[in-house]
């Protein structure tokens, strides 16, 4: 009887693909609610993956943000982080990954995650209307 050799074919992340699961991973981590994630690959070219995510309170953001920063940082990938002083909406620029981190009211207010399925969803001729 002949043996069949196994091979373990091991998944080979992309730079911008790392980035991402450390960013879900922080935020799953530290309680964030809500992770979505929405692929934009080919689609814009402002980035790659775009993750919304929601804290229950300003401090709870800000945390959020401070920990996906740092989790970054420490596996050596910058990012930028713009609107901690308010807290309702922060965002983190890590280039490929967009993260978008929210009051719960003001994401609801925003809804970036209809708008953004729904030019991802629009034909091209109903996009550019």
Do not use: C
Request: hydrophobic content about 40%; charged content about 35%; glycine content about 4%.
């Amino acid at each position: 009887m002949a043996k069949t050799a196994t091979t373990k074919v091991e998944e080979v992340l992309t730079e911008d693909e790392k980035i991402l699961e450390i960013v879900k991973k922080t935020l799953d981590d530290n309680k964030a609610e809500d992770i979505e994630v929405i692929d934009l690959r080919g689609k814009t070219s402002i980035t790659n993956f775009m993750v919304i995510a929601s804290g229950t309170s300003q401090r709870h953001v800000s945390s959020l943000a401070d920990y996906v920063y740092e989790a970054l940082k420490k596996s050596g990938f910058k990012s930028e982080v713009e609107g901690k002083a308010n807290a309702d909406w922060v965002l983190l620029d890590a280039f490929d990954v967009i993260v978008h981190i929210f009051k719960p009211e003001v994401r609801e207010f925003y809804n970036l995650e209809k708008m953004w399925k729904a030019l991802l969803t629009a034909k091209p001729s109903e996009a550019k209307k």
